[in-house]
RNA sequence: GGUUCCUUGGCCGAGUGGCUAGGCAACGGUCUGCAAAACCGUGUACGGCGGUUCGAAUCCGCCAGGAACCUCCA
C-alpha cells in the first residue's frame, strides 16, 4: 500500500515516512489510563489523537490492531514506598474493592470517551488479567541476565543493559547523567543501582493486590504490564507505540529495555508522543491538583469554567492545535473552538443543500481544498492547517450559496465527500443535537405561542409588544431570529 | 543542579530561509421596522541583542522569561 503519511519518530526526532511491518496492516500500541480516578482533560489529548491516527490510518486503507490498555495494578505511589500502590490505597479511603474502584472509573473513562467520539480500541487489556504473562516476561528478563532478585523482588538492572545496549535514546539521556543526577532516596538497599526499576514487587502484608509468583506473592512493577501485553497482542515487534510525552521517561524507556531484553530485538517502530494540556501554563494532572475532569466540562460546574463545553467543543479545540504542542486551557479558547465549530457545521449543512450548475467556477479551488487536506493530514496529521483549509472552503461554499459562485455535480460530489470525510470520518465529529427546550413539549408549545402574538404585533406595527416579547425571551436565554417567513428559536442555555 | 523544549498580532494557534495559515474577538458592510443570527470584507505579528545571508519568524550565538522530564502522571 502506498501512501504518503509521515509521522514524528521520538526515537529519531524527526518526521518519517510510515511504513508498516505487515503491508496493509498496522499493529498500534498506545498507553491507556490509570484508573484511580475521573477521566479529565488530559485524558482525553492521547485518546483523541490516537483516535486521529487510528481513523486516519484506516481511512488510508490500513486494517488497524489498535491496542490500549487499562492499568488497574502495579503503579506503585512510590518506586521506594511501603509497597501499598494507588489503587489499594484509595479503596481503602473509600473502604471499597479495589476491583470496585477500577471497575467505576474504568466506566467513566469510558463513558466519557464515547460522549467524546473515540473509537473504542480493538482490545482493550488489563494489567490484572495479565499477571501469568507478565510473569513469563520476568522469567525472560531474569534468563537473559538483565534482571536479579532481591529480597522477593525482581529488579531490571538499568546499568548492565547500558553497558551491552542503547539506553536513554528515546529521552535523549545519557546514562553517565543519569547516574550523577539521581536522587538518593530511601529503601533503596534492595536495589544496586537507583536507576534499577522494579519488574516485580513483593508485597507487603497490608497490600491488597497481590499474585502468586516463583519470587514472592506481590505484584509486576509498573512498566511491565505494556511490554507484556503488546508483545502479545501484537508481536515481539509492532509498528506505532503511542502516549503522553510524560511517559518518555521512564516508562517508555524502560519499555524498550525491558523489550530488548526479554525478547532480544526492538518493540516498536515509531513512538509518537502527544504534548500536555496546561491551565495557566502549567500542566494539566491530577497529581498537580489543577486537573478539571470531563464531566464538569460537559456541565460547566468546575469554579474555572464559565460555561459548559459540549463534547465536540473539547474535541475540536483539540484538533485545532498540532498534538506535538502543549494546548492551553481557557475559557475564551474553548468559546472560540465552540464557535468555530458552529460555523464549519453550518457550511457542512450548506453544501448539502446547495444545487449544482451546470458550469463550475471553482473547479480548481476544490482540486486544491482536497489535496491540501490530505497533505496537511500525511504531513504528522497536522490536523490545525486541515481545518484551516476546510474553513477556507467555508467561504467558498458560502459564496455559492449567494449565487456568487457555481459548483457542478462532479465538483459538488467531490467538495461533499471532502467534507463527509474530514468532519465525520477522520476527525470523528458529530453534530449535536440540542435537547429541545428542556425536553418539555409544552415549554416549547408556549414559546411558540408568544411567538406568533409577537408576529401579530409585527404584522401591527406594533414595535414596542413586538420588542418586549423578543427582549424577555432572550434574557430568559431563548435566541430569536426572525426569518423570511415567521421565526425560529433555540434555547441557548 | 542535569536533560529536553518553548516564547508568533487582543486571545488561541499553524508556519523551518523569500510566496504575508486559520479560528475567536474587534472594526466596516450586506440583510432587518430595529435587533439577533448569518454572510462578506479589513488586520503584515513573530521575546531582546548580535551574527550568517542578496534576503530570517524560520539558521547560529548570547541574554531574558516560561515549561516538561529527572518521583506516580495522559
Given at each position: 500500500m502506498e501512501n504518503q503519511l509521515q509521522l514524528y519518530n521520538t526515537l529519531s526526532r524527526k518526521k518519517e515516512v510510515f511504513k508498516p511491518i505487515v503491508p496493509g496492516r498496522v499493529g498500534m500500541y498506545v498507553c491507556g489510563p490509570t484508573v484511580y480516578g475521573k477521566a479529565h482533560l488530559g485524558h482525553a489529548r492521547p485518546a483523541i489523537t490516537f483516535d486521529l491516527l487510528f481513523r486516519y490510518l484506516q481511512h488510508l486503507g490500513y486494517k488497524v490492531r489498535y491496542v490500549r490498555n487499562i492499568t488497574?495494578?502495579?503503579?506503585?505511589?512510590?518506586?521506594?514506598?511501603?509497597?501499598?500502590?494507588k489503587i489499594a490505597k484509595k479503596a481503602k479511603l473509600d473502604e471499597l474493592e479495589p476491583m470496585e474502584v477500577v471497575q467505576i472509573y474504568t466506566n467513566d473513562y469510558h463513558k466519557n470517551m464515547t460522549l467524546l467520539n473515540v473509537l473504542p480500541p480493538s482490545i482493550e487489556p488489563r494489567a490484572s488479567g495479565h499477571i501469568i504473562e507478565q510473569i513469563e516476561t520476568v522469567k525472560k528478563i531474569l534468563a537473559s541476565g538483565y534482571a536479579y532478585e532481591s529480597k522477593g523482588s525482581v529488579y531490571f538492572d538499568v546499568e548492565k543493559f547500558a553497558m551491552e545496549n542503547q539506553y536513554g535514546q528515546l529521552s535523549g539521556r545519557k546514562i553517565e547523567d543519569l547516574i550523577s543526577n539521581t536522587r538518593e532516596l530511601d529503601?533503596?538497599?534492595?536495589?544496586?543501582?537507583?536507576l534499577d526499576f522494579a519488574i516485580w514487587k513483593k508485597a507487603q502484608p497490608?497490600?491488597?493486590m497481590r499474585w502468586p509468583s516463583p519470587w514472592s506473592d506481590g505484584f509486576p512493577g509498573w512498566h511491565l504490564e505494556c511490554t507484556a501485553m503488546s508483545a502479545r497482542y501484537l508481536g515481539e515487534t509492532f509498528d506505532i507505540h503511542g502516549g503522553g510525552?510524560?511517559?518518555?521517561?521512564p516508562h517508555h524507556e524502560a519499555e524498550i529495555a525491558q523489550s530488548k531484553a526479554a525478547n532480544g530485538h526492538d518493540s516498536a517502530n515509531y513512538w509518537v508522543h502527544n504534548n500536555m494540556i496546561t491551565l495557566n501554563g502549567q500542566k494539566m494532572g491530577k497529581s498537580l491538583g489543577n486537573a478539571i475532569s470531563l464531566d464538569e466540562f460537559f456541565a460547566?460546574?468546575?469554579?474555572?469554567?464559565?460555561q459548559p463545553y459540549s463534547p465536540m467543543t473539547i474535541r475540536f479545540f483539540m484538533l485545532q492545535a498540532h498534538y506535538r504542542s502543549t494546548l492551553d486551557f481557557s475559557n475564551e479558547a474553548l468559546q472560540a473552538a465552540e464557535k468555530g465549530l458552529k460555523r464549519l457545521f453550518a457550511a457542512v449543512k450548506t453544501l448539502f443543500s446547495i444545487e449544482a450548475s451546470?458550469?463550475?467556477?471553482?473547479t480548481e479551488r476544490v482540486v486544491e481544498l482536497h489535496k491540501n487536506c490530505f497533505e496537511a493530514m500525511d504531513d504528522d496529521l497536522n490536523s490545525p492547517i486541515a481545518i484551516a483549509h476546510l474553513f477556507d472552503g467555508v467561504k467558498m461554499i458560502n459564496s455559492i450559496k449567494d449565487g456568487k459562485e457555481q459548483i457542478s455535480k462532479a465538483d459538488l460530489d467531490i467538495l461533499r465527500k471532502l467534507y463527509y470525510v474530514f468532519i465525520f470520518e477522520i476527525f470523528g465529529l458529530y453534530m449535536e443535537e440540542k435537547a429541545e427546550a428542556g425536553n418539555s413539549e409544552t415549554l416549547s408549545n408556549v414559546v411558540d405561542l408568544l411567538l406568533n402574538l409577537r408576529m401579530e404585533a409585527k404584522a401591527n406595527k406594533d414595535w414596542a409588544t413586538s420588542d418586549k416579547i423578543r427582549n424577555e425571551l432572550t434574557k430568559l436565554g431563548f435566541e430569536i431570529k426572525d426569518t423570511k417567513d415567521g421565526f425560529s428559536w433555540e434555547l441557548k442555555k
Amino acid at each position: 500500500m502506498e501512501n504518503q503519511l509521515q509521522l514524528y519518530n521520538t526515537l529519531s526526532r524527526k518526521k518519517e515516512v510510515f511504513k508498516p511491518i505487515v503491508p496493509g496492516r498496522v499493529g498500534m500500541y498506545v498507553c491507556g489510563p490509570t484508573v484511580y480516578g475521573k477521566a479529565h482533560l488530559g485524558h482525553a489529548r492521547p485518546a483523541i489523537t490516537f483516535d486521529l491516527l487510528f481513523r486516519y490510518l484506516q481511512h488510508l486503507g490500513y486494517k488497524v490492531r489498535y491496542v490500549r490498555n487499562i492499568t488497574d495494578v502495579g503503579h506503585l505511589a512510590n518506586d521506594a514506598d511501603e509497597g501499598e500502590d494507588k489503587i489499594a490505597k484509595k479503596a481503602k479511603l473509600d473502604e471499597l474493592e479495589p476491583m470496585e474502584v477500577v471497575q467505576i472509573y474504568t466506566n467513566d473513562y469510558h463513558k466519557n470517551m464515547t460522549l467524546l467520539n473515540v473509537l473504542p480500541p480493538s482490545i482493550e487489556p488489563r494489567a490484572s488479567g495479565h499477571i501469568i504473562e507478565q510473569i513469563e516476561t520476568v522469567k525472560k528478563i531474569l534468563a537473559s541476565g538483565y534482571a536479579y532478585e532481591s529480597k522477593g523482588s525482581v529488579y531490571f538492572d538499568v546499568e548492565k543493559f547500558a553497558m551491552e545496549n542503547q539506553y536513554g535514546q528515546l529521552s535523549g539521556r545519557k546514562i553517565e547523567d543519569l547516574i550523577s543526577n539521581t536522587r538518593e532516596l530511601d529503601g533503596q538497599d534492595e536495589k544496586h543501582s537507583s536507576l534499577d526499576f522494579a519488574i516485580w514487587k513483593k508485597a507487603q502484608p497490608e497490600h491488597i493486590m497481590r499474585w502468586p509468583s516463583p519470587w514472592s506473592d506481590g505484584f509486576p512493577g509498573w512498566h511491565l504490564e505494556c511490554t507484556a501485553m503488546s508483545a502479545r497482542y501484537l508481536g515481539e515487534t509492532f509498528d506505532i507505540h503511542g502516549g503522553g510525552m510524560d511517559l518518555m521517561f521512564p516508562h517508555h524507556e524502560a519499555e524498550i529495555a525491558q523489550s530488548k531484553a526479554a525478547n532480544g530485538h526492538d518493540s516498536a517502530n515509531y513512538w509518537v508522543h502527544n504534548n500536555m494540556i496546561t491551565l495557566n501554563g502549567q500542566k494539566m494532572g491530577k497529581s498537580l491538583g489543577n486537573a478539571i475532569s470531563l464531566d464538569e466540562f460537559f456541565a460547566g460546574t468546575h469554579p474555572l469554567l464559565d460555561q459548559p463545553y459540549s463534547p465536540m467543543t473539547i474535541r475540536f479545540f483539540m484538533l485545532q492545535a498540532h498534538y506535538r504542542s502543549t494546548l492551553d486551557f481557557s475559557n475564551e479558547a474553548l468559546q472560540a473552538a465552540e464557535k468555530g465549530l458552529k460555523r464549519l457545521f453550518a457550511a457542512v449543512k450548506t453544501l448539502f443543500s446547495i444545487e449544482a450548475s451546470a458550469q463550475s467556477t471553482v473547479t480548481e479551488r476544490v482540486v486544491e481544498l482536497h489535496k491540501n487536506c490530505f497533505e496537511a493530514m500525511d504531513d504528522d496529521l497536522n490536523s490545525p492547517i486541515a481545518i484551516a483549509h476546510l474553513f477556507d472552503g467555508v467561504k467558498m461554499i458560502n459564496s455559492i450559496k449567494d449565487g456568487k459562485e457555481q459548483i457542478s455535480k462532479a465538483d459538488l460530489d467531490i467538495l461533499r465527500k471532502l467534507y463527509y470525510v474530514f468532519i465525520f470520518e477522520i476527525f470523528g465529529l458529530y453534530m449535536e443535537e440540542k435537547a429541545e427546550a428542556g425536553n418539555s413539549e409544552t415549554l416549547s408549545n408556549v414559546v411558540d405561542l408568544l411567538l406568533n402574538l409577537r408576529m401579530e404585533a409585527k404584522a401591527n406595527k406594533d414595535w414596542a409588544t413586538s420588542d418586549k416579547i423578543r427582549n424577555e425571551l432572550t434574557k430568559l436565554g431563548f435566541e430569536i431570529k426572525d426569518t423570511k417567513d415567521g421565526f425560529s428559536w433555540e434555547l441557548k442555555k
